[in-house]
């Protein structure tokens, strides 16, 4: 079967129809594509005709990487549109598709994991021991349904939204997900136990890709704050630790004086070696081990008192083993800040390539914009293979059809965002909606603009 056939559209325009071929070469005979192409041509969907076509449809799952919830929904859209008969799906990270109330505070998605592991261990979770379902579970095989429409069945049948989407992306065979299920370690290996699958039998898909190599150095980088350090010395008191406690303590002043000679009473960053920091602790790792261990019993105190389950110490158990683990690694910048007599450690990275190298061990890849020129950058930006496949696809609108005009008075620069420049412009916005013939699409510098 030809890409083609799957179009569900009146028209094909050129560049779908070199995107598909492209695509699905790469598909078939294993490799990587980068792709850079207008916004508004038709990318997703050319790539789907591609995917589904391809002999090999039935040996590969195809992971669908994207940065937003709504991105991942229109993966889902696009597959109704050709009427896919397949079990697809768009999934949320694990705080996203939890109905327990306590997930609700847990601030990032590694620690997700780790307080839904509790839960489940100490029979916390009343969705999560309901879970097993094989009548609601069948409603979803053999079409494309989306992450908000699993919730919703979950909350009817008071079931556990994501262990029943766990159950169905061992029958999908394609996946709409944040970039964290491939990019981030601690998230990846259980995502591919759940999948059923080896990285060597993926395509993995990267939508919007110019944000890969940021999303890649960020999961890479923390940060360490005078403030996580004092509350953290307060956990260790309050459970009783005192030795650790005292630990702490000293190694915050040290820090702080450190921090004073560097400064005086100026704000600053200092790029360090990364030692120096370590020299007012005896035994780094084995603290950082016994941090680990000390906010892991934290966490299931407060899981069994019904608290939010949040551990300062965990995260300075995680962040000191990655800062012992980085001194002399190239990769990693090991920064000392000070801001109103607050310092802060962080550690930056800037080479995305830490992260992205053993992706693209995948079966095949594809990574599309409409921002990556030049291309041969980006590809060893991200550590792809020089045999990687560039593709730039021209824009399907005739360059007399785009105006771009420049308005003066109005700007979205933090400093003048007040209510009498949010005026201005909804003033200008108004102008301009009644001006133009047709339809309006109006693009932000931020959500808080938008609000």
Not at 12 to 38: C, F, K, N, T, Y
Not at 311 to 323: E, G, K, V
Request: aromatic share 8%; hydrophobic share 40%.
């Amino acid at each position: 079967m030809q890409p083609e056939e799957l179009f569900p559209y009146p028209e094909i325009r050129p560049a779908q129809l070199e995107l598909m071929r492209a695509a699905r070469e790469i598909i078939d005979s294993g490799g990587h594509l980068v792709v850079e192409g207008p916004t508004g041509m038709g990318k997703t969907v050319a790539l789907l005709c591609s995917l589904l076509s391809s002999p090999r449809v039935d040996e590969y799952k195809v992971v669908y990487c994207c940065r937003t919830h709504k991105q991942m929904d229109r993966v889902i859209e696009e597959l109704r549109a050709m009427k896919a008969r397949i079990t697809a799906l768009s999934m949320r990270g694990k705080r996203e598709m939890c109905l327990n109330r306590l997930m609700r505070f847990v601030p990032s998605a590694s620690e997700a994991a780790q307080v839904c592991a509790i839960l489940k261990r100490r029979g916390k979770c009343e969705f999560f021991e309901r879970r097993g379902s094989s009548r609601v579970l069948r409603e979803f095989f053999d079409r494309p349904v989306t992450a908000g429409e699993i919730l919703s069945v979950c909350r009817r049948e008071e079931l556990c939204p994501y262990e029943l989407a766990k159950e169905l992306l061992g029958e999908a065979r394609l996946a709409a997900v944040s970039y964290l299920y491939i990019l981030d370690p601690s998230i990846r290996g259980g995502f591919l136990q759940e999948i059923g699958e080896r990285l060597e039998n993926l395509v993995i898909v990267f939508d919007e890709a110019h944000n890969l190599p940021a999303t890649a150095s960020e999961i890479a980088s923390d940060r360490l704050t005078s403030t996580s350090i004092s509350l953290a010395v307060r956990e260790a008191e309050e459970a009783g630790e005192k030795k650790l406690s005292r630990e702490l303590t000293g190694w915050f002043r040290f820090l702080q004086g450190f921090a004073g000679e560097i400064f005086g009473e100026k704000e600053g960053e200092k790029l360090l070696e990364g030692r120096e920091v370590l020299n007012g602790l005896e035994a780094p790792a084995e603290l950082a081990e016994r941090a680990e261990e000390v906010g892991e019993n934290i966490l299931w105190k407060r899981v069994e008192e019904g608290r939010a389950p949040r551990s300062h110490l965990r995260h300075l158990s995680s962040f000191l083993a990655l800062w012992v683990e980085s001194c002399g690694m190239e990769e990693y910048l090991h920064i000392l800040s000070k801001r109103r007599a607050q310092f802060s450690l962080e550690l930056s990275v800037l080479d995305p390539r830490i992260i992205t190298q053993e992706i693209w061990d995948c079966w095949a890849s594809v990574s599309m914009s409409g921002t990556l020129a030049p291309l041969e950058a980006y590809r060893d930006l991200v550590g792809l293979p020089s045999t990687a496949r560039l593709l730039e696809l021209p824009s399907p609108f005739p360059e007399e059809n785009v105006l771009c005009l420049a308005t003066e008075g109005v700007t979205t620069k933090e400093e003048f965002r007040l209510p009498q420049m949010y005026q201005k412009i909804n003033e200008k916005l108004a102008e301009i909606c009644e001006e133009v013939p047709a339809n309006v699409g109006i693009f932000t510098a931020s959500y808080e603009v938008l609000r």
